[in-house]
């Protein structure tokens, strides 16, 4: 009785069954049916999930570097943090007992002023605040916040867990721990406000290192590769991911670090990008690959 109700209920009471043979057949014909329906909700499915992914793989731009122009780095700075304010760098650099707050000079990049920090504080990423200077330590749980004028301490925030990178929103200070996610943070308290999963192609993207946001996307130096990815800070999906490669010639990259440093001219809208111990900075544009 349940398959006779089934069979009405989706219009086929049609069939009359009569007779045995009648009845068989009716269970037959439906039994076809059912199958290819099942099949067919299948490839569907299969079809809607091939879709998906097709879809987010062309919604991910291949960028490249344009480099405008090249200037002098301190190739003993190890960078961790790198803002543009006012026509000058600011930059984090680290290391225990060669951790530091540099304001620089862009086309000669000499350090117009330094601050250093204890010894046992390794300097991570950078941000600013109105006119406050916030930079992370790696694992001390301390941000130091300075007066960006005279670089005087003027307070700190306590946190738990790795600092890497740090970048500021207009509304909220995101911040990275290495991990694939990036952390919202009040700008006055610190206090956590949520976060946000990172992903490229559906697969959590790990090793979010030195962070820079620009209308409405995050850049985001990753670990120990030469790309940067430009990240959707709403709905943690990479958008563009840019092969920053081949920047520094071989001889130099014998005795530099890994990409790490991003900063954004909004007047010229160029990027400053370099890495850790790297000879040069590079003024570029962001350009979809060709």
């Known amino acids: 009785m349940a398959m006779e109700n089934l069979m009405e209920g989706i219009g086929i009471s049609a069939v009359t069954v009569n007779t045995g043979r009648e009845k068989i057949q009716a269970v037959k014909w439906f039994r076809i049916f059912h199958r290819t329906a099942l099949g067919l909700m299948f490839l569907g499915t299969v079809s809607l999930f091939l879709w998906a992914i097709v879809g987010q793989a062309q919604e991910v731009e291949q960028m490249v570097g344009r480099v405008l122009g090249t200037y002098p780095h301190d190739p003993a700075a190890?960078?961790?943090?790198?803002?543009?304010?006012?026509?000058?760098?600011?930059?984090s650099t680290g290391m225990y007992g060669q951790s530091q707050i540099r304001e620089v000079e862009i086309v000669s990049g000499n350090v117009l002023r330094s601050l250093s920090l204890s010894i046992e504080h390794f300097g991570e990423g950078l941000a600013?605040?109105?006119?406050?200077?916030?930079?992370?330590?790696?694992?001390?749980?301390?941000?130091?916040?300075?007066?960006?004028?005279?670089?005087?301490?003027?307070?700190?925030?306590?946190?738990?867990?790795?600092?890497w990178g740090l970048c500021y929103d207009g509304t909220y200070l995101i911040m990275s721990n290495g991990s694939n996610r990036l952390f919202l943070r009040d700008p006055n308290t610190f206090e956590d406000r949520g976060s946000?999963?990172?992903?490229?192609?559906?697969q959590p993207l790990r090793n979010l290192n030195e962070l820079e946001f620009v209308n409405g996307f995050v850049y985001a130096?990753?670990?120990?590769?030469?790309?940067?990815?430009?990240?959707?800070p709403k709905s943690g999906r990479v958008t563009g991911v840019i092969n920053a490669a081949g920047l520094l010639t071989p001889e130099e990259k014998k005795s530099a670090g890994v990409l790490n440093g991003i900063?954004?001219?909004?007047?010229?809208q160029t990027f400053y990008i370099t890495g850790k111990n790297w000879p040069k900075i590079f003024e570029v544009t962001f350009e979809t690959a060709r």
Do not use: C, M, S
């Open 221 to 232: 130096n990753i670990f120990n590769q030469e790309t940067i990815a430009q990240i959707d």
């Open 128 to 163: 600013l605040v109105d006119n406050r200077l916030i930079q992370l330590t790696w694992r001390e749980h301390i941000a130091h916040v300075y007066d960006r004028d005279t670089f005087e301490k003027i307070g700190e925030f306590r946190y738990t867990g790795e600092g």
């Open 78 to 91: 190890f960078t961790q943090g790198l803002l543009y304010n006012q026509g000058k760098l600011y930059e």
């Open 263 to 268: 900063a954004f001219n909004p007047i010229k």
């Open 196 to 202: 946000v999963a990172v992903t490229l192609y559906g």
